[in-house]
DNA sequence: AAAAGTATCTCACTTTTAGAGATACTTCAA
DNA sequence: TTGAAGTATCTCTAAAAGTGAGATACTTTT
């Protein structure tokens, strides 16, 4: 059971990434690109708009690879910069109707998909299940954290850790 | 309910994709190397070793940058080409020891995180949450097969779709 | 034995990325 | 105020990675 749940964890990461892959290659935007409009769209729906500074930090780029995202994004015409802000160094971003087109034959099938799956389960299971993945965001979320931390600086006797 | 499980499901993929891409980079691989590593292993666990065409597939890059990925990962150590075959054409890929060392530096200590996880839960409540996983996959495979299709041919009257 | 099919590799070209500044703005402290 | 330091984004060049069209070597079919 254990094996078996790991195993299913990892592969409906891997099925749902191929599945968002298939879908940007069909519409002209590579892995990057769709990230990105997905993380600046979650943003947006908060109220709370992305900068480019933080999109590079959610995608794990550099700030210049990062650029050349938002350059490809806005030049397609599926988002704006907007620089009007009270510290003019920042730019925000933000959808255009095109995006949400997009987003909408994208989450679209998407969410039918997954409310013929939820209507097979009960309330209480899916409060199970709801809550049995935030657990392991936020498990993620801790071991990341730890894997991010700078490696530990080269001093006398580094605390033995060992990794390949 | 509902809203919340979508988001759930796609924060989980987002989040472990990302620590198997800061983890990748930490041991300089790239996110496809470290993707075609898995597969090569998990393929040889199950004894069924895959060929360079079924990898190609699998990862959804072309042939051309398939043999770049083996000849990567080959270079460093961490796999090798197998051409003993009935069909000579074909080549299969196998893990080398330090491939081995690698998956247990980052299943090892993952799979710690993910039992402590589960340890929260009931036999069955995992045993619910290991099923709804596996209904997605499912799902998401049928969906994928869906998209994957080819794009139906230019005929007179093409069934109104439109997709922007 | 020729023709067609398959599996992998090679090569030229394009796209994407990293990394190091450059630029423009803000904040802090004297 | 003014200068110094800090921050946010952008620009540039070199390197990495990917595509797509063949080339090569082998197998299968006719």
Same mark, same amino acid.
Request: without cysteine; charged residues 25%.
């Given at each position: ?12 990461? $891997?099925? !749902? ?18 990230? &990105?409009? %997905?993380?600046?769209?979650? &943003? ?5 708009? $992305?900068?480019? !500074?933080?999109?590079? &930090?959610?995608?794990? %780029? ?103």
């Amino acid at each position: 059971m254990r094996r078996s749940i790991v195993n299913a964890i990892r592969g409906m990461g $891997l099925d !749902g990434q191929r599945v968002a892959d298939t879908f940007a290659h069909r519409h002209g935007l590579n892995n990057t690109d769709m990230r &990105a409009l %997905t993380l600046i769209m979650e &943003a947006e729906m908060r109220h709370e708009p $992305l900068t480019a !500074g933080q999109l590079s &930090a959610k995608l794990g %780029t550099s700030t210049g690879a990062t650029t050349a995202v938002i350059d490809r994004l806005e030049r397609v015409g599926h988002i704006h910069r907007n620089r009007d802000h009270s510290d003019r160094r920042k730019v925000t971003l933000h959808f255009e109707p095109l995006a949400m087109q997009l987003a909408g034959a994208y989450f679209g099938p998407l969410g039918a998909l997954t409310d013929e799956v939820m209507s097979r389960y009960s309330t209480q299971e899916l409060s199970t299940v709801h809550r049995f993945m935030e657990d392991m965001r936020a498990a993620y979320s801790a071991h990341q954290a730890a894997l991010s931390e700078p490696e530990p600086p080269a001093s006398p006797a580094p605390p033995e850790q060992h990794a390949p």
